[in-house]
């Protein structure tokens, strides 16, 4: 008795596993981008120039790491919270028409934000995304293109 609730119970366990994991997918195109002051950078640091292109129907998670030292943020805790505040981001994607999906904030206390969209829904042929708050870095942190097809 207590043998066959113990393998229901795991069945259960594991059918409910099976489900969170397909609710949250893995996307047909995953994008990771290092943000700092001096723009969008990819794995290797390179600053990113180009748009991206993915295809039409696509799934797509662009994920944002914070790429400032904790340091150069606190200048060893000289640096007032006001200027802090300077290198918090927060990523709107534009699909021409308007912004259809946003990130949470992105800084030191939340090193990774993410933005999902499927391309080409509603009929958009480019996204660009860019950072909505005033930071330090604005000017370079506004023209990141995904071009669809
Ligand atoms: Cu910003």
């Given at each position: 008795m207590l043998k066959r609730l113990l393998v229901l119970c795991v069945a259960v366990c594991l059918s409910v596993l099976f489900v969170l994991n397909a609710g949250a997918g893995n996307p047909d195109v995953e994008l990771k981008i290092k943000v700092n002051k001096d723009g969008f950078s990819d794995a290797t640091g390179r600053l990113i120039d180009a748009p991206f292109h993915v295809k039409k129907g696509a799934s797509v998670r662009v994920t944002f790491l914070f790429d400032e030292k904790t340091s150069e943020v606190l200048r060893d805790l000289m640096r007032a919270a006001e200027e802090q505040h300077g290198f918090v981001h927060a990523f709107a994607l534009h699909n021409g028409k308007e912004i259809v999906a946003e990130t949470k904030e992105l800084g030191l206390k939340n090193r990774q934000a993410t933005l999902e969209f499927i391309a080409?829904?509603?009929?958009?042929?480019n996204y660009k995304i860019y950072c909505t708050l005033m930071c330090f870095g604005m000017e370079h942190l506004h023209d990141l293109t995904i071009e669809v097809g």
């Amino acid at each position: 008795m207590l043998k066959r609730l113990l393998v229901l119970c795991v069945a259960v366990c594991l059918s409910v596993l099976f489900v969170l994991n397909a609710g949250a997918g893995n996307p047909d195109v995953e994008l990771k981008i290092k943000v700092n002051k001096d723009g969008f950078s990819d794995a290797t640091g390179r600053l990113i120039d180009a748009p991206f292109h993915v295809k039409k129907g696509a799934s797509v998670r662009v994920t944002f790491l914070f790429d400032e030292k904790t340091s150069e943020v606190l200048r060893d805790l000289m640096r007032a919270a006001e200027e802090q505040h300077g290198f918090v981001h927060a990523f709107a994607l534009h699909n021409g028409k308007e912004i259809v999906a946003e990130t949470k904030e992105l800084g030191l206390k939340n090193r990774q934000a993410t933005l999902e969209f499927i391309a080409g829904d509603k009929g958009a042929q480019n996204y660009k995304i860019y950072c909505t708050l005033m930071c330090f870095g604005m000017e370079h942190l506004h023209d990141l293109t995904i071009e669809v097809g």
